[in-house]
């Protein structure tokens, strides 16, 4: 009887698989001394083994591939059989949105061809940058409505949460151009660092002297009480002018008093970049909170040194006069006469009282003329 390769096979397969040989030798009526000869010609190729951890990352890859290839041939108005100019112009409008290896693929176009297409036409592509515009505005938006923690690949989910098609890289590119990176990733060594002693430095080292009106500012608190609670005062001064700037006054010596002292003096002067602000070194102007603020004005801090008033003697001789002529003069008989007390004289002191260092000039005298000057 004559067996066929595929018969033959099988039969080699059941002795493969311990079924003893002399029972497939009554069974298929077939020597022994064969079925051993068959066993030699048709040896069973092994069952592939379970894939590998790589095997099955590679497949998985493989099949998101292939089901963006499919979104891009739904999303194109061509086929991979149109003319190359057209092709081209279709994965144009998918750049960034795809990898360019699966948008080539998708439509048979050749990498070099289509970096030279896009590269070529990129500088004078209207499109191409509107679209990036588009898409910077999109991600600052996003960056900014989740307190700047997320980073390119989770905004990347948000965008496409909200129907954008965009890849990590091309978010990420565009963070980097226009200067976003998580707080996240840098938020332990910008406090460590901005905790750092040797970061209090004294730019100021009793230099008590500007060229012009907001290159310098000083500042301190003071405190007056009112019969049985505190008041806290705190003023911001510019140097070249001695002017008082600015003024706050609260019940708690917080960091919430200096930071909106500060505030008000920027909205009301709105000084350039590389103010110098000098205080001394107490908890609410060594605050994270307010460090920071100045670091986003592009303000550097200077620092009087540990135990020397002196580096602070412009606030402290105004704090002494404002005290000597006004405080220690007058029995205010509440908070809110306290507070038109101080703004009274505040005023008096900026308009009106003349001052030996800008000789016998009013602070507000001083910065006028510098204007006229400059008219």
């Known amino acids: 009887?004559?067996?066929?390769?595929?018969?033959?096979?099988?039969?080699?397969?059941?002795?493969?698989?311990?079924?003893?040989?002399?029972?497939?030798?009554?069974?298929?009526?077939?020597?022994?001394?064969?079925?051993?000869?068959?066993?030699?010609?048709y040896p069973i190729v092994a069952k592939e083994t379970?894939?590998?951890?790589?095997?099955?990352?590679?497949?998985?890859?493989?099949?998101?591939?292939?089901?963006?290839?499919?979104?891009?041939?739904?999303?194109v108005n061509c086929t991979f059989r149109a003319p190359l100019k057209e092709k081209l112009a279709e994965l144009e409008s998918l750049y960034g949105q795809y990898d360019v290896h699966t948008l080539c693929e998708a439509l048979d176009v050749s990498h070099g061809t289509f970096y030279n297409?896009?590269?070529?036409?990129?500088?004078?592509?209207?499109?191409?940058?509107?679209?990036?515009?588009e898409?910077?505005?999109?991600?600052?938006?996003?960056?900014?409505?989740?307190?700047?923690?997320?980073?390119?690949?989770?905004?990347?989910?948000?965008?496409?949460q909200r129907g954008y098609q965009v890849s990590t890289k091309f978010v990420a590119d565009l963070m980097r151009e226009i200067g976003l990176i998580s707080v996240r990733t840098t938020a332990k060594q910008d406090y460590l660092k901005l905790r750092e002693p040797e970061k209090k430095k004294n730019v100021l080292r009793q230099q008590f002297h500007a060229g012009k009106p907001n290159q310098i500012w000083v500042s301190d608190v003071t405190c007056f009480k009112l019969r049985d609670c505190y008041l806290y005062t705190c003023v911001i001064l510019d140097l070249f002018s001695r002017k008082v700037v600015a003024y706050k006054i609260s019940k708690k010596n917080s960091t919430q008093l200096i930071t909106s002292t500060f505030k008000m003096a920027w909205e009301q002067r709105s000084p350039k970049a590389g103010l110098i602000f000098h205080s001394?070194?107490?908890?609410?102007?060594?605050?994270?909170?307010?460090?920071?603020?100045?670091?986003?004005?592009?303000?550097?801090?200077?620092?009087s040194s540990s135990g020397k008033p002196h580096d602070n003697a412009v606030a402290e001789s105004f704090f002494a006069t404002f005290k000597k002529e006004e405080l220690y003069r007058k029995d205010y008989t509440s908070e809110a006469d306290f507070k038109r007390g101080v703004d009274s004289y505040i005023k008096f002191y900026n308009c009106r009282r003349p001052h030996r260092t800008l000789r016998n000039q009013t602070p507000c005298q001083a910065e006028e003329k510098v204007l006229n000057c400059k008219a």
């Open 1 to 41: 009887m004559n067996y066929s390769d595929s018969e033959k096979s099988a039969i080699v397969a059941e002795y493969k698989q311990g079924i003893p040989i002399k029972g497939l030798s009554i069974k298929y009526e077939i020597s022994e001394r064969t079925i051993y000869r068959w066993a030699k010609q």
């Open 50 to 75: 379970t894939p590998t951890v790589k095997k099955y990352n590679q497949l998985l890859h493989r099949v998101k591939k292939l089901e963006d290839i499919i979104s891009i041939l739904k999303t």
């Open 117 to 133: 297409h896009i590269f070529r036409n990129k500088r004078g592509n209207a499109w191409f940058e509107k679209r990036r515009d």
């Open 135 to 160: 898409y910077r505005i999109l991600i600052r938006e996003v960056f900014e409505e989740y307190h700047q923690v997320l980073g390119a690949e989770k905004i990347r989910t948000i965008l496409m």
């Open 280 to 303: 001394d070194r107490g908890s609410q102007y060594t605050s994270h909170r307010f460090q920071q603020l100045l670091r986003e004005c592009s303000v550097i801090q200077s620092f």
